[in-house]
């Protein structure tokens, strides 16, 4: 540091190009907001690197976050991949997660709002519910593939009619589903110290990047986003490629549904998820990514989705209320929208630029 | 002003020391302009003069620095160094804004109007006609009427923009432009979409506006176009002033030369190899029976296309031309007909199909159907293969890197490196990426749409040659471009369409310029 102080014009020079090829990194800025809530933490927080184990589980503000913003990652991988094909958003992620637990409580509870019986094997019950998941994907999906309808106004109908679809399910009614084996998604498989949720969203992140890694999906995604017309001609079936989007985005919003109906034991179609795609369309945000498609980081909207969850908890460990929390994250919503336009970054470049010059002139 | 004449006597690159007598003198001056972007040097000590009432060509391969001037001069980009002078004065531009004010308007290429807005709303944009705080709807109107009149730009006011052809929305935006007070006129390869009679409008255009002492700096790849309409001619070549030229002492194979900087190889010289083995008995690679995307896009036609030849498809811009290759491709449905691969029927629902029997189609929009902007060079040159491949069987990051690095040598593509952005190349370069694309798919039968327009004289040729060696390996294509000559010097045969119709084939002794235009005109056949 104290070279670049100095006027050393080499280390400057070097400095300022390494500075600029950070600047133009998209990783970069989710990056930057998550350590100022890391630093932010360490200040407030006393213990919050500490990790101790209690009830068999190992907890701590850390492993709260990453458990916590399980869902949303879930849900954050989904909008990634929709967003770059289809260069438009899906907003029914909530709605599809209830729907997806409804079809899992109904599978396991049978008629009764309130047992510990399982009326079908378990791992039956979490497929129906993916396949719900998948399912309400699929619907999406062939709006936006086939019938060419931009993808917000498409989820738009299961935004609003997703709940109470869900509750027809459930007759209408939240319903308790007691087994103790329930509680494994979403809490704990014993004599596992790990909280399950945590395991879960790793185990996705990873299958969800060597999916567009291993295969051509991710390159076929991103070039479906660039240019439809484009890709059509190198023999890529754009609205197969699209479709597929959506229904990835139906099951992973449907895992998440029943990660989280899972953590409480229930299923409250009303409650399950919701306005979780706002975040998730934030975090893909937050990530760098372009959200009129295209080039796509999975690695910046996974840090997106844990730096969002983490200043939710923060604010939550200042004290700051419940009803309060959404101004604050509206608050942070205008400094990335604005730090992310166009317009602050052409004049970000030129006040550098100028300084630039300036140094140039100097050491010159 | 005399000292700033003698500087520029005293610079030896100029070519013919021009406008010393004439009494309005050069009316826009830019003089020692200097440009680098990181890596480049795009412009070095660059002059430059404009008068009032002509028209002079900036002409130069690309990357000569053609653009980068404009630019500069247009206040996109902040010059290095230089200066510039406007009726003597010196100003600083400092944005697009900026020259507007000092009466600079410049058109684009990629033409920046809103088609979904009406014509008397583009005209007017952003300077409508104000009644009481509202818009004068009726004195906009008006007023874009008369100006549509006095351009005798056959247009309607009220009508969308977008229900117009490229030609019309071009001369609607030198409209706009000129509707500005605009003193200096900047036209970037305005004809590179047009046809011959939509160009000839166009000129009709520039000259009005000549007589009403507008300067008017243009851009282009038409030597004949050139030659047509301008008064003086300057040429960069890799950033640096070559010279600039009265019309009248450049004649065109000197122009070229200056352009090229070196000797080219005389274009005839690339004559077409007939082989005379090309029988009727033969097998044809591809046949087309009666096949049509229906009426409004092509009606049935009958095509044969053998072995080792270059088929070329002309016709006017509209003829059908492009929408007969891409039935062929499955760009476009065909709705009837059949087509045979080797004497083979097929069916050709998807591209991946025609793919799959060894077909490759080059588009004719490369921006719009051509590249993937965001993607790298590496990606963009894998991308054909690897869908012919299917998802799961992904090339491996090495076999994709040997690829590139194979085709980019091959090709001669000028990139930064091959994870460089294609958007970030010039229109050559992106060009030749596509051309690597297919050539990586190794196909049979290459369809090539316009592969030539909007490159530098140099890429043209290299691309004319490559067609030729594919066919001596035994390739066939079908190639389509809007320049006769560069068709005659490559294709064996020529399919002529008119108001999508295949209204002809000619052969041997027919291969020539006026049997060609003839057929296209019709009348009699």
Known sequence: MSDLKGNNKLSKSTFISFAKSLASNRLTFSVVVLLIVVVQNIITTPGFFKITIANGLISGYIPNILDEASELVIVTLGMTLVTAASGGQDISAGAIMAVAASFCGLMLNGSEYRTDVFHSPYLLALLVGLLGGALCGAFNGFLVSKLRMPPMLTSLILFTAGRSIAKQITHGQTIYIMNPVYKWLGVQIPGVPIRTTIIVSTVTVIFITLLTRLTSLGLYIQSVGINDASSRLVGLKSSVIKFLTFVLYGVLAGLAGLVGSSSVGSVNSGELGLGIEMDAILAVALGGNNLGGGKFSIAGSIIGAYTIQAITTTLYAMNVRADQLNVFKALIIIVIIVASSDVFKTKIKHFTQKIFSKNVSVGG | ?525
């Open chain 2, 1 to 525: 002003m005399e000292k700033l004449k003698q500087e520029q006597n005293n610079s030896d690159c100029m070519g013919k020391q021009p406008g010393h007598n004439d009494e309005a003198g050069p009316s826009l001056k830019m003089i020692g302009i200097g440009k680098s972007f990181p890596g480049v040097r795009a412009l070095n000590n660059v002059d430059f003069s404009l008068r009032c009432g002509e028209i002079h060509a900036l002409m130069g391969e690309n990357g000569a620095g053609k653009s980068t001037l404009i630019k500069v001069l247009t206040g996109v980009h902040p010059m290095d160094e230089g200066r510039v002078y406007l009726e003597g004065n010196p100003v600083l531009v400092r944005s697009p804004q900026d020259a507007q004010r000092y009466g600079i308007s410049t058109v684009y290429q990629e033409l920046n109007l809103c088609p979904n807005l009406t014509v008397a709303e583009n005209l007017f944009l952003g300077r409508e006609p104000l009644k009481r705080c509202l818009i004068d709807w009726k004195r906009m109107n008006d007023e874009a009427e008369c100006l549509l009149k006095e351009l005798n730009i056959l247009a309607e006011p009220t009508a969308q923009l977008d229900s117009y052809s490229i030609a019309i929305q071009q001369m609607i935006a030198i409209a706009r432009a000129v509707n500005t007070e605009c003193k200096y006129l900047i036209l970037d390869e305005p004809t590179s979409s047009l046809d011959a009679d939509e160009v000839q409008r166009l000129f009709d255009l520039m000259r009005r506006l000549k007589k009403n002492k507008v300067g008017i700096i243009f851009i282009t790849h038409f030597i004949e176009q050139v030659y047509e309409i301008c008064d003086r001619i300057t040429v960069l070549r890799n950033g640096e002033l070559v010279g600039e030229y009265e019309i009248e002492n450049l004649p065109r194979f000197e122009l070229v030369k200056k352009m090229m900087g070196k000797e080219i190889e005389v274009l005839s010289d690339l004559s077409v190899h007939k082989d005379e083995s090309s029988s009727e008995s033969e097998v044809p690679v591809l046949e087309a029976c009666n096949l049509s995307s229906g009426a409004s896009k092509v009606a049935p036609f009958n095509l044969k296309i053998y072995k080792g030849e270059v088929v070329g498809f002309s016709g006017l811009l509209g003829s059908g031309r492009s929408e007969l290759v891409r039935t062929i491709y499955g760009a476009d449905k065909a709705v009837e007909g059949q087509q045979f691969i080797k004497g083979e029927s097929v069916t050709i629902k998807r591209t991946l199909d025609a793919m799959k029997h060894g077909m490759a189609y080059l588009p004719e929009d490369r921006k719009a159907e051509g590249i993937l902007s965001e993607l790298s060079v590496r990606e963009n040159i894998i991308i054909a293969l690897q869908a012919k491949r299917g998802i799961f069987k992904r090339l491996s990051r090495k076999e994709m890197e040997k690829y590139a690095d194979e085709y980019i040598k091959l090709l001669d593509i000028k990139t930064a490196s091959k994870e460089t952005p294609i958007k970030s190349l010039s229109g050559g370069n992106q060009q030749k990426v596509i051309l690597a694309r297919w050539l990586l798919t190794n196909p049979e039968f290459m369809i090539l749409d316009e592969p030539t327009r909007g490159i530098d004289v140099g890429t043209k040729t290299e691309i004319q040659k490559l067609i030729l060696k594919l066919a001596e390996e035994g390739k066939s294509v079908a190639f389509i471009s809007s320049e006769l000559d560069e068709m005659l010097r490559t294709c064996s045969r020529i399919v002529v369409m008119r108001d999508r119709q295949k209204v002809g084939e000619l052969t041997d002794s027919d291969l020539n310029q006026e049997t060609i235009m003839r057929t296209i005109a019709g009348g009699e056949q």
